[in-house]
C-alpha cells in the first residue's frame, strides 16, 4: 500500500497516511519515502482542490458578506485556517528537507491563496494581531490626498515589528496606505522600487524574528500584515483569491514568510499544527 491522502473528518483539508494506513505529516513522509520528490507537488495540488471546495463553502465570510454568527460557524472557520495553516507548514518543511525540489511560481500561487484565505477565515474571529502602527496614522478624509508613499518601520531598534506603508502629505500628516493602493490607485510610484522595498522589508522581519527578544505574537501580526499586503497587491484580478506570481525568488519569499508566521502562531495555539485523526 503506498502512501495516500486522506480527507479530514471536517471536510476541510486532508493529512497523509503511511504504507500502513497511519496518519503523518509530509516532511516525516518524505524522510521514508522511496520516491519523496513527487509527494510536495502532489500536496499542492491537494491543497488547491481542497481550497476551491472551501471557497464554494465559505465563501460568505471569507468575502465580507457576512460575519459568523453561531459557536459552529466559528468553528468552522477556526477549523478552515488551522487545516490551510497547517497544510502550508507541512509543504514548506518537506521542500525544505529535499534538495531535489525547488519552488516554482505554482507553489507561490498556491500557497499565497492558502495563506490569504487564512487571513480572511482568521479575520471574522478577531484573532488577527493588530496591523504596524494600527494606532499611531492620521485619519484620511474623502477625496484626493497629495503626498509621497514611504514604507515606515514601526520600531527601529525592534525589526521584528515590521513596517507599513504610509502616504506623508506636505503638512506633515501620515495616512494609512497599502502596497495596491501605490500600485493601481496612485501616480508618481516607482512601482518596481516600491516592489523591491516591499522585499527587502519582508527579509529584514523575517531575519529579526530570530532575535530572543522577538516575541512570537508580534512577528506573526507583522508578517501577516506585509504578507497579506503583498498578496492583496498580487491578486489576478479585483474580485480574485488567485495571486499572481512573477519569479521562483517571489514564491519562496511567500512560502517562507508564509511559515514564519504558521510557527510563530503554532507557539500560542498548539492545536494549529496536529493532525486532524490525531487531535
Given at each position: 500500500m503506498?502512501?495516500?491522502?486522506?480527507?479530514?473528518?471536517?471536510?476541510?483539508?486532508?493529512?497523509?497516511?503511511?504504507?500502513?494506513?497511519?496518519?503523518?505529516?509530509?516532511?516525516?513522509?518524505?524522510?521514508?519515502?522511496?520516491?519523496?520528490?513527487?509527494?510536495?507537488?502532489?500536496?499542492?495540488?491537494?491543497?488547491?482542490?481542497?481550497?476551491?471546495?472551501?471557497?464554494?463553502?465559505?465563501?460568505?465570510?471569507?468575502?465580507?458578506?457576512?460575519?459568523?454568527?453561531?459557536?459552529?460557524?466559528?468553528a468552522d472557520l477556526r477549523d478552515l485556517h488551522r487545516s490551510l495553516d497547517r497544510l502550508v507548514h507541512e509543504y514548506s518543511s518537506a521542500v525544505e528537507l529535499l534538495d531535489s525540489v525547488r519552488y516554482e511560481l505554482r507553489s507561490g500561487q498556491i500557497i499565497g491563496t492558502a495563506t490569504l484565505m487564512s487571513v480572511l477565515a482568521r479575520q471574522p474571529l478577531g484573532t488577527l494581531g493588530s496591523a504596524p502602527l494600527e494606532n499611531d496614522l492620521d485619519t484620511p478624509e474623502i477625496g484626493v490626498v497629495s503626498g509621497f508613499g514611504e514604507l515606515v518601520k514601526v520600531d527601529e531598534t525592534r525589526p521584528w515589528m515590521g513596517s507599513r506603508w504610509i502616504v506623508r502629505t506636505p503638512e506633515g500628516r501620515r495616512l494609512p496606505a497599502t502596497l495596491a493602493m501605490l500600485m493601481f490607485d496612485s501616480s508618481g510610484v516607482f512601482k518596481d522600487a516600491a516592489l523591491d522595498e516591499h522585499r527587502a522589508a519582508l527579509k529584514?522581519?523575517?531575519?529579526?524574528?530570530?532575535?530572543?527578544?522577538?516575541?512570537?505574537?508580534?512577528?506573526?501580526?507583522?508578517?501577516?500584515?506585509?504578507?497579506?499586503?503583498?498578496?492583496?497587491?498580487?491578486?489576478d484580478g479585483p474580485d480574485s483569491g488567485a495571486i499572481e506570481v512573477r519569479t521562483e525568488t517571489d514564491a519562496e519569499m511567500i512560502v517562507d514568510t508564509a511559515a514564519l508566521s504558521i510557527l510563530?502562531?503554532?507557539?500560542?495555539?498548539?492545536?494549529?499544527?496536529?493532525?486532524?485523526?490525531?487531535a
Amino acid at each position: 500500500m503506498r502512501p495516500r491522502i486522506v480527507q479530514d473528518e471536517q471536510q476541510i483539508g486532508f493529512y497523509w497516511t503511511d504504507a500502513d494506513g497511519r496518519p503523518i505529516t509530509l516532511q516525516d513522509l518524505v524522510r521514508i519515502d522511496e520516491e519523496p520528490e513527487r509527494l510536495p507537488p502532489t500536496h499542492l495540488e491537494a491543497l488547491d482542490d481542497a481550497m476551491i471546495i472551501s471557497a464554494e463553502r465559505f465563501g460568505e465570510y471569507l468575502g465580507g458578506g457576512r460575519k459568523p454568527t453561531s459557536d459552529a460557524e466559528r468553528a468552522d472557520l477556526r477549523d478552515l485556517h488551522r487545516s490551510l495553516d497547517r497544510l502550508v507548514h507541512e509543504y514548506s518543511s518537506a521542500v525544505e528537507l529535499l534538495d531535489s525540489v525547488r519552488y516554482e511560481l505554482r507553489s507561490g500561487q498556491i500557497i499565497g491563496t492558502a495563506t490569504l484565505m487564512s487571513v480572511l477565515a482568521r479575520q471574522p474571529l478577531g484573532t488577527l494581531g493588530s496591523a504596524p502602527l494600527e494606532n499611531d496614522l492620521d485619519t484620511p478624509e474623502i477625496g484626493v490626498v497629495s503626498g509621497f508613499g514611504e514604507l515606515v518601520k514601526v520600531d527601529e531598534t525592534r525589526p521584528w515589528m515590521g513596517s507599513r506603508w504610509i502616504v506623508r502629505t506636505p503638512e506633515g500628516r501620515r495616512l494609512p496606505a497599502t502596497l495596491a493602493m501605490l500600485m493601481f490607485d496612485s501616480s508618481g510610484v516607482f512601482k518596481d522600487a516600491a516592489l523591491d522595498e516591499h522585499r527587502a522589508a519582508l527579509k529584514v522581519l523575517a531575519d529579526a524574528s530570530t532575535s530572543p527578544e522577538a516575541d512570537p505574537l508580534s512577528v506573526a501580526s507583522a508578517v501577516d500584515w506585509m504578507l497579506y499586503d503583498w498578496l492583496m497587491a498580487h491578486r489576478d484580478g479585483p474580485d480574485s483569491g488567485a495571486i499572481e506570481v512573477r519569479t521562483e525568488t517571489d514564491a519562496e519569499m511567500i512560502v517562507d514568510t508564509a511559515a514564519l508566521s504558521i510557527l510563530c502562531r503554532s507557539r500560542f495555539d498548539p492545536e494549529l499544527l496536529r493532525l486532524p485523526a490525531l487531535a
